[in-house]
């Protein structure tokens, strides 16, 4: 455990040389990202967090901003000693929280690599949508968020192939504390439209989507990564949402080169 900000945050710090920060989507713990720390090419330091509130680090209660667990991240570097600029990769609420690492502490990143997610903010259907999740979880737990997301979550053919990283991944959800999740909900719900910052970004940027993704589909994404001037992308098949856990092969090869085209 790291403190931050009087937070205990759960970090998994592996390998060396390069920093690559991986954050995970809600509300999901650092697990998510095993394939990927597995298979990083020598020469690349692995950051995978727990967020406030998620897996093992601490839960605060209330409203967890995008921009707090933002500064949380920045903290996090601070105290492993890493002030180099990061890759950071995001998944689905990474991405949110990249959008407020990227407008704060601009010089401390080296390159982006957004993965199913979305600039834009909530439509107020979505917020309503939250705010009943929020209210049912509070009231009879996490077994709501799991049945409701796990479905949206994955590609139809991932529950066959993949069923127990699925299951396994429906097990944090349900471990998951009611508040922390209320807290994460209060924070995405709130967080504003990023459109307007794409045009700006100047870091190499990789845009990353699962093929069947139902919550940021494949037009979304290619639409958000032709915003942002020389970004690449690249569609995962056979994957949903969870592109990174359910073609591991392909999101790790489309990573592996991005990395490889940064060295060079």
């Not at 597995?38 to 995008?66: K, N």
């Not at 968020?145 to 069923?163: C, D, K, T, W, Y």
């Not at 870091?203 to 699962?210: A, D, E, F």
């Amino acid at each position: 455990m790291i403190r931050v900000a009087g937070v205990a945050l759960q970090v998994l710090d592996q390998g060396q040389g390069q920093p690559i920060l991986f954050v995970h989507g809600f509300p999901l713990d650092h697990s998510m990202w095993n394939a990927q720390v597995a298979a990083l090419p020598p020469g690349w330091r692995a950051i995978v967090p727990d967020l406030r509130g998620c897996g093992r680090s601490q839960v605060t209660p209330g409203t967890v901003t995008m921009e707090q667990m933002a500064d949380d991240l920045a903290g996090l570097l601070d105290e492993l000693g890493i002030h180099e600029p990061v890759v950071y990769c995001g998944l689905s609420m990474g991405g949110y929280i990249a959008w407020q690492f990227l407008r704060k502490y601009p010089a401390r990143l080296r390159a982006l690599v957004l993965c199913d997610t979305r600039s834009t903010a909530d439509t107020p259907e979505a917020v309503q949508s939250r705010m009943k999740m929020l209210d049912h979880v509070l009231r009879a737990g996490t077994a709501y968020v799991a049945e409701g997301m796990m479905p949206r979550l994955f590609a139809a053919e991932s529950f066959q192939r993949i069923g127990e990283q699925i299951e396994s991944l429906r097990q944090i959800i349900l471990a998951s504390h009611p508040q922390s999740i209320a807290a994460a909900l209060r924070g995405i719900a709130a967080r504003p439209d990023s459109t307007p910052a794409l045009a700006g970004i100047t870091v190499p940027t990789l845009v990353l989507v699962g093929e069947h993704d139902v919550i940021t589909p494949v037009a979304e994404a290619r639409s958000m990564a032709a915003a942002i001037p020389g970004a690449q992308f690249e569609i995962i098949p056979r994957a949903g949402h969870m592109a990174p856990l359910e073609n591991p092969r392909a999101f790790n090869a489309a990573l592996a080169g991005f990395l490889a085209r940064l060295r060079a």
